[in-house]
């Protein structure tokens, strides 16, 4: 027969003393950090646009060698569940090995990895009308996050690329279609374009780059008029809208002429993008993406990516780099596997008959007539 249990009888001051120490024992595995200016140098690489020490990340107890370098960003809003698996497919085949439809390898280093099931993400976002997130997820083919939408009037679901700051709960729209007739009627009839940019450029709104006012951060931007986002489409990415061919009529009212605007893009090019072309308003989300560290190297074979090995470490059939005794390249230039010249300048320049000197049939001849000519 079995008995119960007794526990033993323990004074106040000693139950006292034993859950402090329980308390110290059994604290967390992850502690959330503010990353000081004496220690940021040590925990990430030193940006010339962000200040390391403004930085939140996630740091682990050195319990295991593999984490205790591990440094994550903070996304407690992720959600913690399966995707929504009808906007879903499996990644199988070639696509994770790096390899064409002919099974020979054209992408490096690309192998292995956990099982992965393709998002399928909306860069168009045609359907007007308001739509509610549900939930802000991780998705394993891209940086960004992504945000699950309900379409109010039909209840269908759909994948973004979720912007910094959305949440659960809130409500964004598209106004790719135009400017709904309730809008236009709180206006009196007439586009005024600064109450139409104050109620409708909201985080994760989705607008014709020319309802977008000058110098609005943007994300997720398209170049043709009916195509979908094709710029500035990872984690922390934003573009700028630089300026507008506008004019400005009798009353005050600027009015779109031309039919391109100037958009600075995250490399500081300035592209012309079509008048008509989608943007999201705001930045791509995961902005500490690039602060991450992933601590181990089972964790980069986890997200499909194979060890890169040097080409002095290869034989001489391997790499042009290889063979030879002791570290040596054998006085040869840094080149790719291939034998293409690697570091920029001369060597990688196209020559478009610079510095060549071209023997033609005529320089051969007046050679010839010199020779005759000293004879």
Same mark, same amino acid.
């Given at each position: 027969m079995l008995q119960p249990q007794l526990r033993p009888l323990v004074s106040r001051t000693a139950a006292l003393c034993q859950s402090a120490i329980i308390s110290r024992i059994a604290r967390g595995y992850a502690t959330r950090t503010s990353r000081s200016r004496d220690n940021a140098e040590a925990e990430a690489p030193a940006t010339a646009n962000a200040d390391?020490?403004?930085?939140?990340?996630?740091?682990?107890?050195?319990?295991?060698?593999? $984490?205790?370098?591990?440094?994550?960003?903070? &996304?407690?809003?992720?959600?913690?569940? #399966? +995707?929504?698996?009808?906007?879903? *497919?499996?990644?199988?085949?070639?696509?994770?090995?790096?390899?064409?439809?002919?099974?020979?390898?054209t992408v490096r280093h690309r192998g292995g990895g956990a099982k992965r099931r393709i998002r399928t993400v909306d860069f168009n976002r045609q359907t007007p009308g308001p739509h509610l997130v549900d939930r802000i997820e991780y998705d394993p083919g891209r940086s960004a996050h992504i945000a699950l939408l309900t379409e109010q009037a039909t209840g269908r679901k759909s994948y973004i690329v979720a912007a910094d700051g959305m949440r659960a709960g809130d409500v964004?729209?598209?106004?790719?279609?135009?400017?709904?007739?309730?809008?236009?009627?709180?206006?009196?009839?007439?586009?005024?374009?600064?109450?139409?940019?104050?109620?409708?450029?909201?985080?994760?709104?989705?607008?014709? $780059?020319?309802?977008?006012?000058?110098?609005? &951060?943007?994300?997720?931007?398209?170049? #043709? +008029?009916?195509?979908?986002?094709? *710029?500035?489409?990872?984690?922390?990415?934003?573009?700028?809208?630089?300026?507008?061919?506008?004019?400005?009529?009798?009353d005050g009212t600027k009015v779109m002429t031309g039919k391109f605007v100037n958009v600075r893009l995250q490399s500081g090019e300035i592209r012309k993008i079509s008048k008509d072309a989608c943007a999201t308003i705001g930045v791509a989300?995961?902005?500490?993406?690039?602060?991450?560290?992933?601590?181990?190297?089972?964790?980069?074979?986890w997200l499909n990516i194979r060890p890169t090995v040097?080409?002095?470490?290869?034989?001489?059939?391997?790499?042009?780099?290889?063979?030879?005794?002791?570290?040596?390249?054998?006085?040869?230039?840094?080149?790719?596997p291939w034998g293409r010249p690697a570091k920029s300048g001369y060597k990688t320049r196209r020559k478009y008959n610079v510095n060549k000197w071209v023997v033609t049939p005529r320089i051969r001849n007046m050679g010839k007539r010199r020779d005759k000519k000293s004879s």
């Open positions: 390391n020490s403004s930085i939140l990340m996630r740091t682990y107890k050195p319990r295991t060698p593999g $984490v205790r370098h591990l440094r994550r960003p903070i &996304n407690d809003h992720l959600w913690k569940g #399966r +995707p929504f698996l009808p906007l879903t *497919f499996p990644k199988k085949g070639h696509g994770k090995g790096g390899r064409n439809n002919s099974g020979v390898i964004v729209q598209s106004y790719r279609a135009g400017i709904p007739q309730d809008l236009l009627d709180s206006m009196g009839g007439v586009v005024d374009p600064g109450i139409l940019a104050s109620k409708t450029c909201w985080r994760g709104n989705c607008l014709p $780059v020319h309802m977008i006012p000058v110098g609005t &951060n943007i994300y997720n931007v398209g170049s #043709r +008029p009916n195509g979908g986002a094709v *710029f500035c489409r990872s984690a922390g990415t934003y573009a700028v809208i630089v300026s507008k061919e506008e004019e400005t009529r009798e989300s995961n902005i500490h993406h690039q602060f991450r560290q992933l601590g181990k190297a089972g964790r980069s074979r040097r080409g002095l470490a290869m034989n001489a059939f391997e790499h042009p780099h290889g063979g030879g005794r002791g570290k040596s390249k054998g006085n040869r230039h840094p080149s790719s």
